[in-house]
């Protein structure tokens, strides 16, 4: 017996376990500076620091959690977590706090719970065994439309909270995963082409003034330095200050002013470059395609088709959040609050992100492979 377990777990994914292990090091690294440069004891009830060891070890356990579980019954739990991923925005949208006026946020037993990132992986479960389902009949314009149909609801009531970030993040991973799944391009294109044409509409009627602010302010920061492209100029004086090394862990004047705001989320990768300079986040954009090498490897060689399509939306979710948080930070892409996985400070955002590399172990042990 404990042969077969042995050679069961023996397709356990130690690189990508390393590899997520780093980048969330890095971020505990970000949080004890943030810590520090606020005259805030590091272990004092309440610090940044200490929040983030506790959100790593709850995400520690999900992860373990998920990589126990047999992932072939999420196929079966496809319609439960679906209603259950609407019930929780429905219940963020009613009780949910945030700032000037947003709901966000369910506080329970004092914790504060972004049930949107948890629905991200929710969202990637249900298209999986959707699109999984459907593997070799992605030609017609029905299949994808079903997808859309899956997907509008949750991205919906993101959008109501509103929360304009985590609705282009849901909408990427339908893209993603569509794509993956050999959905016509041609379908794609039009409706691509659809969603463009729709871009007036929703700029006029969707979008609210201080987001089309934020839209727009990277093209030219310094015409509002003071309001909309404050962030992003901040950022920039932080980035370019880096250098090559970096000024030092704690050292850097943009942290310690408190100049940047949102400094351990959305912005955390401004702090990062100029703490640890070009080479410290070089090693961690490094990770990150490391990472998502794993994942990808981990979809490629699935025997079932679920297993495919949940890699290829959980490599969607991270690279695309990647691509637009570094994206921002530097000024080459909207503001558009999407923070950095696993280094930005934020606890619902880790545990989701956890428990979707925990279901990609799932994925690989009960199919008996061994990657290291």
Same mark, same amino acid.
């Given at each position: 017996m404990n042969r077969r377990v042995g050679a069961v777990w023996g397709a356990f994914d130690l690189q990508l376990v390393t590899y997520a292990a780093l980048l969330l090091c890095f971020g505990l690294a970000m949080a004890y500076s943030n810590t520090a440069t606020a005259a805030v004891g590091v272990f004092e009830s309440g610090s940044v620091f200490l929040r983030g060891l506790m959100w790593a070890v709850i995400a520690i356990a999900g992860f373990l959690i998920a990589a126990a579980f047999d992932y072939h019954w999420l196929k079966t739990l496809t319609w439960p977590l679906y209603v259950f991923q609407l019930g929780l925005l429905a219940v963020t949208l009613? @009780?949910?706090?945030?700032i000037g006026g947003t709901s966000r946020w369910v506080s329970i037993a004092g914790l504060q719970l972004q049930f949107s990132e948890i629905a991200k992986v929710l969202m990637i479960?249900?298209?999986a065994s959707y699109l999984g389902g459907r593997a070799g009949r992605m030609g017609s314009l029905l299949s994808i439309v079903g997808? *859309?149909?899956?997907? *509008?609801?949750? /991205?919906?009531?993101?959008? !109501?909270?509103?929360d304009l970030g985590t609705a282009l993040v849901l909408g990427a991973i339908l893209a993603g995963m569509l794509y993956m799944s050999g959905a016509s391009l041609r379908w794609l294109g039009a409706l691509a082409l659809a969603a463009v044409a729709a871009f007036p509409f929703i700029w006029t009627y969707v979008l609210q003034d201080y987001q089309k602010a934020r839209l727009t302010a990277f093209l030219d920061p310094l015409a509002d330095v003071q309001g909309a492209?404050?962030?992003?100029?901040q950022s920039q004086i932080a980035v &370019?200050?880096? &250098?090559? /090394?970096g000024r030092g862990l704690t050292n850097?004047?943009? $942290?310690?002013?408190?100049?940047?705001?949102?400094?351990?989320?959305? /912005? @955390?990768f401004a702090i990062l470059a100029e703490e640890l300079g070009f080479i410290g986040a070089l090693v961690v954009i490094g990770l990150f395609v490391l990472l998502l090498w794993r994942i990808l490897v981990s979809g490629w060689r699935s025997k079932d088709p679920f297993g495919t !399509?949940?890699?290829? *939306?959980?490599?969607?979710?991270?690279?695309?959040?990647?691509? @637009? $948080?570094?994206? !921002?930070?530097?000024?080459?892409m909207p503001i558009t609050g999407i923070p950095l996985p696993f280094v930005s400070h934020g606890g619902s955002s880790l545990i989701s992100l956890a428990i979707g590399l925990g279901i990609i172990e799932s994925i690989n042990v009960r199919q008996g492979r061994a990657e290291w």
């Amino acid at each position: 017996m404990n042969r077969r377990v042995g050679a069961v777990w023996g397709a356990f994914d130690l690189q990508l376990v390393t590899y997520a292990a780093l980048l969330l090091c890095f971020g505990l690294a970000m949080a004890y500076s943030n810590t520090a440069t606020a005259a805030v004891g590091v272990f004092e009830s309440g610090s940044v620091f200490l929040r983030g060891l506790m959100w790593a070890v709850i995400a520690i356990a999900g992860f373990l959690i998920a990589a126990a579980f047999d992932y072939h019954w999420l196929k079966t739990l496809t319609w439960p977590l679906y209603v259950f991923q609407l019930g929780l925005l429905a219940v963020t949208l009613s @009780v949910g706090s945030g700032i000037g006026g947003t709901s966000r946020w369910v506080s329970i037993a004092g914790l504060q719970l972004q049930f949107s990132e948890i629905a991200k992986v929710l969202m990637i479960i249900v298209l999986a065994s959707y699109l999984g389902g459907r593997a070799g009949r992605m030609g017609s314009l029905l299949s994808i439309v079903g997808a *859309g149909i899956l997907a *509008g609801p949750p /991205f919906v009531l993101v959008l !109501m909270q509103p929360d304009l970030g985590t609705a282009l993040v849901l909408g990427a991973i339908l893209a993603g995963m569509l794509y993956m799944s050999g959905a016509s391009l041609r379908w794609l294109g039009a409706l691509a082409l659809a969603a463009v044409a729709a871009f007036p509409f929703i700029w006029t009627y969707v979008l609210q003034d201080y987001q089309k602010a934020r839209l727009t302010a990277f093209l030219d920061p310094l015409a509002d330095v003071q309001g909309a492209g404050y962030q992003l100029y901040q950022s920039q004086i932080a980035v &370019g200050a880096g &250098g090559l /090394f970096g000024r030092g862990l704690t050292n850097g004047s943009q $942290n310690a002013a408190g100049l940047l705001p949102v400094d351990t989320t959305d /912005f @955390v990768f401004a702090i990062l470059a100029e703490e640890l300079g070009f080479i410290g986040a070089l090693v961690v954009i490094g990770l990150f395609v490391l990472l998502l090498w794993r994942i990808l490897v981990s979809g490629w060689r699935s025997k079932d088709p679920f297993g495919t !399509m949940f890699a290829c *939306g959980l490599a969607t979710w991270i690279l695309f959040q990647l691509i @637009v $948080n570094v994206g !921002m930070v530097i000024g080459i892409m909207p503001i558009t609050g999407i923070p950095l996985p696993f280094v930005s400070h934020g606890g619902s955002s880790l545990i989701s992100l956890a428990i979707g590399l925990g279901i990609i172990e799932s994925i690989n042990v009960r199919q008996g492979r061994a990657e290291w």
